[in-house]
């Protein structure tokens, strides 16, 4: 990945990340809670991944 992909999947965490705080602070649904979760593990992972 190039520094442009480098920075859409940093935006990409961040954006999953305030979401999941949204989703914990309104209390919603433990699925909803850990459909979240997931989707920031798997953008984290991909960032690993990539050696970044």
Same mark, same amino acid.
């Given at each position: 990945?190039? /520094? =442009?992909?480098?920075? #859409?999947l940093?935006?990409?965490i961040e954006?999953?990340?305030?979401?999941l705080? @949204?989703?914990?602070d309104? /209390? =919603?649904?433990?699925e #909803?809670?850990y459909q979240?979760s997931?989707r920031?593990?798997?953008?984290?992972? @991909?960032y690993i991944?990539?050696?970044?």
């Amino acid at each position: 990945m190039d /520094k =442009r992909n480098r920075e #859409e999947l940093i935006q990409l965490i961040e954006a999953a990340r305030r979401k999941l705080n @949204q989703s914990i602070d309104e /209390k =919603r649904r433990y699925e #909803e809670i850990y459909q979240d979760s997931v989707r920031l593990d798997k953008l984290i992972e @991909q960032y690993i991944v990539a050696g970044f």
